[in-house]
T-cell receptor, first 114, second 119 residues
């Protein structure tokens, strides 16, 4: 158990809908990362927050957004969902935001868009 | 551009065999970190090791060992005397310093190698 929690574990929804994925980092970790794992693209970095502020953006679609709250938990919002958004979404956390930090991953949220 | 290549898509071995998973990376940076993660069938990603670009010493942890060679841009992972519990997808990842176009710390993953260890 990495100490990172993600809810829900599974999510099934329809095209055009909006969902919110939630992540709680390990105790003491200030940085949160979101990744998407799909069969086509593999594991791809979406976005990073550090202590409430956005620090880096990867291949995140405009339909997707995220935020980190004062208690350091983070939410990833996915809207106008398409079939291709079906994937496993991971949250990871690290103590700081530096490139040298190992990241600890949550169990993931499996999103299925029908 | 930074890139991580795991050429072996799938490997199948019999228990107690040794197996090496290959990882080749590309970067312009002289300062970077390399990682290995394990993804068992249950789906979570488990951190295995971190290695910085200035430390080329090989590392051994129990049945696991890692061979880092900057000259060939490789960071290979060997499992000695494999066990059924080692069956998983293994990912190699790269993280570059921000000054060289890298982000604050996002990981660039290879496509992964699926290891099946049969009894």
């Amino acid at each position: 158990d990495s100490g990172v929690t993600q809810t829900p574990k599974h999510l099934i929804t329809a095209t055009g809908q909006r969902v919110t994925l939630r992540c709680s980092p390990r105790s003491g970790d200030l940085s949160v990362y979101w990744y998407q794992q799909s069969l086509d693209q593999g594991l791809q970095f979406l976005i990073q927050y550090y202590n409430g502020e956005e620090r880096a953006k990867g291949n995140i679609l405009e339909r997707f957004s995220a935020q980190q709250f004062p208690d350091l938990h983070s939410e990833l919002n996915l809207s106008s969902l398409e079939l291709g958004d079906s994937a496993l979404y991971f949250c990871a956390s690290s103590v700081e935001s530096g490139f040298y930090n190992e990241q600890f991953f949550g169990p993931g949220t499996r999103l299925t868009v029908l | 551009a930074q890139k991580v290549t795991q050429a072996q898509t799938e490997i199948s071995v019999v228990e107690k065999e040794d197996v090496t998973l290959d990882c080749v990376y590309e970067t312009r940076d002289t300062t970077y970190y390399l990682f290995w993660y394990k993804q068992p069938p249950s789906g979570e990603l488990v951190f295995l090791i971190r290695r910085n670009s200035f430390d080329e010493q090989n590392e051994i942890s129990g049945r696991y060992s890692w061979n880092f060679q900057k000259s060939t841009s490789s960071f290979n992972f060997t499992i000695t005397a494999s066990q059924v519990v080692d069956s998983a997808v293994y990912f190699c990842a790269l993280s570059e310093a921000p000054d060289y176009g890298g982000s604050q710390g996002n990981l660039i993953f290879g496509k992964g190698t699926k290891l099946s260890v049969k009894p």
